[in-house]
């Protein structure tokens, strides 16, 4: 039997139509992204910088502090809890999944970001990963692209109105990946078939195609329609 649509489990919306970032929902997740944005910049320094050991002991007594402070607040695990406590501070499903998406959450520091909008029946995105990404010298880790293609075609198979996990991701590493760069992804689908459905995508570094992607999702069985 279909379940009940939930309103808290509506994803519409989640996608911008455009390049821009979108502003924050409010103050707090405004300022949970400028947290995630210097915690890239700390976790950027840290590894690309001649440190002294006094001062990353240092800092580290002050992040260990820190750290211990936001433990102390209520917890919240996870997009599902967050968006139950449907609360002005925590906003609703597709809020709360642009926020923290590893991927493409600007207010996950782990996250480059990516930025990810959809336009003209196919999904455009666009990161510039920092040397925190770095796989063989000075290039993209593949499975950072794997992060990327995995989040970008998963963002495309909302198109076909039904949302599903990946079952397949097949990728292809043309040319090495140059990070701080600002890199281009498109997806699209390719086609569906039963509750298959085959998505390709493609990873631009200026006119050069470094990698492609083809991947199979697997529609939810009896997930509402809301989802997607
Ligand atoms: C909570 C669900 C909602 C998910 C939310 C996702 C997206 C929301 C939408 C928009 C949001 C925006 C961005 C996207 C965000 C994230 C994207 C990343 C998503 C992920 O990162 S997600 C984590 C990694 N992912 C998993 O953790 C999956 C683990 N796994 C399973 O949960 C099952 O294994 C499943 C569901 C895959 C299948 O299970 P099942 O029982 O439903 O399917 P079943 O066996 O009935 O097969 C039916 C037909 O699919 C074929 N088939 C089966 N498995 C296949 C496979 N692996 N590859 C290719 N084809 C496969 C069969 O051959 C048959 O084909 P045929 O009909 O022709 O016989």
């Known amino acids: 039997m ?19 970032v979108r502003p924050a929902v409010n103050d707090n997740w405004q300022s949970r992204r400028e947290l995630a944005a210097a915690l890239r910049r700390l976790n950027t320094a840290v590894l690309t910088r001649d440190v002294p050991t006094e001062l990353l002991q240092s800092v580290t007594a002050t992040m260990q502090a820190e750290a211990a402070r936001i433990e102390a607040n209520e917890v919240v695990p996870g997009t599902k809890a967050q ?70 075609l998963g963002a495309g198979q909302r198109i076909t109105g ?33 509750r298959k459905k085959f998505m390709v995508g493609e990873l631009w570094a200026d006119d050069v195609r470094t990698a492609s992607c083809k991947g199979v999702f697997i529609s939810e069985r009896n997930w509402p329609d809301a989802i997607a």
């Open 2 to 20: 279909q379940k009940t649509p939930s309103i808290a489990y509506n994803l519409s919306g989640w996608m911008d139509t455009s390049p821009e």
């Open 83 to 152: 968006a139950e406590r449907n609360s002005t501070q925590h906003g609703q499903l597709p809020d709360i999944f642009y926020e923290i998406n590893p991927a493409s959450g600007q207010s996950n520091a782990i996250a480059p970001p990516m930025h990810i909008w959809q336009t003209d029946g196919r999904v455009h995105a666009c990161v510039t990963p920092s040397w925190s990404y770095e796989g063989p010298f000075e290039h993209l880790h593949g499975g950072i692209i794997a992060l990327l293609f995995d989040q970008v």
């Open 162 to 194: 039904v949302a599903g996990r990946t079952g397949t991701l097949e990728i292809r590493f043309h040319h090495p990946t140059l990070l701080n760069k600002t890199l281009h992804l498109v997806a699209k689908v390719d086609r569906v078939v039963g």
